[in-house]
């Protein structure tokens, strides 16, 4: 029994022993706490300098006037907010910002999941297919700025010469409130396919094969199949692609600054892009740093309703 | 684990050794015992080829400076950047800042007045261009030195006119003078081809205005005291935004929207022929003679009917001093801003760039006679600077928060060419910048206690 009992404490005496040279202490519990405070303490440290601390920042200075040099001057208390909610042009700034999400959103995942769908069909050049749909992926934002800029050109593009051509009336695609929004739904799509086709074709190859056989073997017709099997065995992974779209969407600043820069009237005039318009170029600080707040708000109100709404169909 | 330790470890200080050896070759070899005047600015294509000759002939010049240019991105956002690291290392010892910016650079406190090295060495300024010194002064003190400086004109294809046998447009062109050759553009050429463009850019808006004699902001522009309202629904801008408006609806004139991307489709659509006339920047003009094989015309800024025009400021950025840096080195930086502006190197400027030559011995430059020659039209800007009498309404609007109000007339400017009501429009964005400044004003005077 001693030997027993005393082999085992042995052991762990030596142990610690062993590491007590390595460390500083001899107490097990502040070991934890030492590794504890090694480990997460750089990340904590950064997490505090780059987010904790310019967050905390940001709702401060929601709170003031700032004067031209950035410096908050006059407390104002909730002025900002107010005047940006009796603002016109705000509010239609969050109007614009919701249809352009939720039609950002809903498009990228459906013409991303048909293409998915089609790309697991075998047939002859599937995979020059596969490569062209996942293909956007690698071009920049600018890149694609300027090809969708030379497609809606009013006097020379692509899309103004087929209306030409076709005796049609050209679209101002650009200069025309309606279709300003239209026209960077469209490339905003077309830069998120290449991430939700990969995601989505990643997905398909690993739904089971079985369950389309024992389907088949049932005499199912396909659509059946398509909406029995596939979407419910790769809901986990529309909910992650519909949470980042729609948090990525939020955040759209590229297209629009090189496309519309905003305009005409305010149609294209995102949050973010009116975020970064009256920080930095109008050196209006304060008021920048409102609509930051409200715009966490907004993001987090989201995701919140997604994890609630969705999440409860999917099967995991 | 002893050697993986003792491999890592070893690893780590091979990928250190490399790092600090890399760092100390790229300081010696950057080793310079010259000052370094580290330079900001903001030009693109041919300005930037142009101004990084300049600096290196002005560094092979002499051996007591060195000039490094670093280039900041557009002209709003260095305006920011130049603000916000003042009293740092890496800010700027001279710098760009473009026109609008001139009263919130001044009220930053941030610069050394040019004045000082004037007085000091007894330069003589009566050379410089008159409106342009006029534009980045106050109260008589020359707060910073005219660099690129444009104006704005508006460009025709003569080519273009001729072959549709229309008469160009008088060299002081009033709104109805446009209106016709525009309107006959577009009908003899089946709608085909857009008579006038005039893109959504406050800077247009605001030179309507002042070659209308309006004043934008009280206080005669800010050059009495500071602003404390705006007026964008006077008579010149009404009857400015009837003329663009009606055009639009009735086909002759093109909207090409704002930002950017504007400029870029407008240019595109004169250089393919498809647009006939188009207001911008006297700095475009060698763009456009590169880009196409048609003969360009150029005439004064329009003005209103039945009024004589005032005279439009001038466009572009000057030249600042910081005050963050040794007197040695602001001395060095006021001697590159001398180089730039001998006669010799502002007409090789206008050459290279479209922007004008502000010195008046330019003129006799050879290489300027020899673009004249071969450009008679390449005058017209020059010839529009210096007819134009400085007054208060034409030497530009020193008010703080003029980005703002280029947003907000260009958003004003969108609805009128979508067709809204144009009191309505104005109003509305005239309200806007009054809220602005009153609230600027009060955030930036308690500031200055």
Redesign the interface.
């Known amino acids: 029994m001693e030997t027993q009992a005393k082999n085992p404490n042995f052991n762990i005496a030596s142990k610690k022993k062993k590491s007590a040279e390595l460390s500083l202490g001899y107490n097990p519990y502040a070991k934890d706490k030492l590794y504890a405070v090694l480990f997460l303490g750089p990340s904590l440290l950064i997490l505090a300098l780059f987010v904790f601390y310019p967050m905390l920042r940001t709702i401060y200075l929601s709170f003031f ?7 908050p ?2 407390f104002v208390g909730l002025k900002n907010y107010f005047a940006l909610f009796s ?1 016109n ?1 705000y509010i239609n700034s969050l109007i614009a910002t919701l249809v352009y999400v939720i039609a950002v959103s809903i498009f990228t995942i459906a013409i991303g999941l048909v293409l998915a769908q089609a790309a697991t069909k075998k047939v002859a050049g599937i995979n020059f297919f596969r490569t062209i749909f996942s293909a956007t992926m690698g071009v920049s934002v600018s890149v694609a ?1 300027i090809f969708w ?1 030379f497609i809606f ?4 593009g692509l899309l103004s010469q087929l209306f030409t051509a076709l005796n049609l009336t050209p679209i ?1 695609w ?4 309606g279709w ?1 929004m239209t026209a960077i739904v469209i490339s905003t799509v077309w830069m998120n396919l290449g991430f939700t086709f990969l995601i989505f074709f990643g997905a398909l190859q690993s739904v089971p094969y079985t369950l389309y056989e024992a389907a088949q073997i049932e005499g199912v017709s396909k659509s059946y199949q398509f909406f029995h099997i596939t979407l419910p065995m790769i809901s986990p992974t529309i909910f992650f692609v519909s949470i980042i779209t729609l948090i990525e969407s939020f955040k759209s600043f590229g297209l629009i600054d ?9 149609a294209t005039n995102l949050l973010v892009y009116r975020i970064y ?1 009256d ?6 600080y ?1 008021l920048a740093s409102t609509e930051s707040v409200i715009l966490a708000v907004i993001i987090a109100l989201f995701t919140f309703i997604q994890f609630k709404v969705l999440e409860k169909r999917v099967t995991y | 684990m002893k050697r993986k330790r003792t491999i890592f470890a070893a690893l780590v200080i091979i990928f250190l050794a490399i790092i600090g050896f890399t760092f100390s070759q790229k300081s010696s070899a950057k080793a310079d015992s010259r000052i370094k005047i580290v330079f900001w600015h903001e030009m693109t294509g041919p300005g930037q080829v142009q101004l990084n000759k300049f600096v290196k002939e002005f560094n092979d010049s002499q051996n007591k400076y060195v000039v490094v240019p670093q280039f900041e991105g557009n002209y709003n956002e260095a305006v920011q950047k130049i603000l916000n690291t003042h009293g740092t290392s890496t800010s700027p010892a001279l710098f760009q800042s473009m026109d609008i910016s001139t009263s919130q650079i001044y009220n930053s406190g941030y610069t050394t007045p040019v004045q000082k090295f004037i007085d000091k060495e007894g330069y003589d300024t009566s050379k410089i261009s008159a409106v342009a010194r006029a534009f980045y002064s106050k109260n008589g003190t020359q707060l910073s030195m005219p660099f690129n400086t444009s104006q704005p004109v508006l460009y025709y294809n003569a080519t273009l006119l001729k072959k549709y046998g229309i008469t160009p447009p008088p060299v002081n062109p009033s709104y109805s003078d446009i209106t016709r050759v525009a309107t006959e553009l577009y009908q003899k050429s089946g709608k085909k081809v857009k008579g006038l463009s005039v893109e959504i850019y406050g800077w247009l808006f605001e030179q309507f205005l002042a070659n209308g004699g309006e004043s934008l902001a009280n206080n005669e522009d800010g050059h009495s005291g500071v602003p404390t309202s705006v007026n964008f629904s006077g008579t010149v801008a009404t009857k400015t935004m009837k003329w663009l408006q009606e055009n639009i609806k009735s086909g002759a004139f093109m909207n090409f929207g704002a930002g950017s991307s504007a400029s870029a489709n407008e240019m595109a659509a004169f250089l393919s022929g498809k647009l006939g006339m188009f207001l911008q920047s006297s700095a475009d003009i060698s763009q456009l003679t590169a880009g196409t094989k048609d003969k360009l015309g150029i005439t004064y800024y329009p003005h209103a009917d039945g009024q004589k025009s005032n005279g439009v400021s001038i466009g572009g950025a000057s030249l600042w001093i910081s005050n963050d840096k040794s007197s040695e080195v602001q001395q060095g930086a006021w001697n590159f801003i001398k180089f730039l502006m001998n006669a010799k190197n502002q007409a090789t400027w206008q050459v290279a760039t479209g922007y004008l030559a502000l010195n008046k011995d330019s003129q006799d430059e050879p290489v300027l006679k020899k673009l004249y020659k071969s450009q008679p039209e390449a005058k017209v800007p020059g010839q529009q600077l210096r007819r134009t009498k400085p007054n208060n309404t034409n030497s530009g609007i020193f008010m703080q928060g003029l980005i703002q109000e280029r947003t907000l007339t260009q958003t004003a400017m969108e609805q009128i060419y979508n067709g809204s009501n144009i009191k309505n429009s104005l109003v509305e964005a005239q309200k806007a910048m009054n809220s602005y400044i009153t609230s600027n004003n009060l955030a930036n005077k308690v500031n200055q206690k």
């Open positions: 006037l700032t004067n031209n040099l950035g410096k001057t006059v603002s042009a700025a800029l050109n009013p006097s020379v101002n650009l200069t025309e409130p300003a090189l496309m519309t820069a905003g305009g005409p009237n305010n318009q920080a930095f170029l109008n050196g209006n304060g």
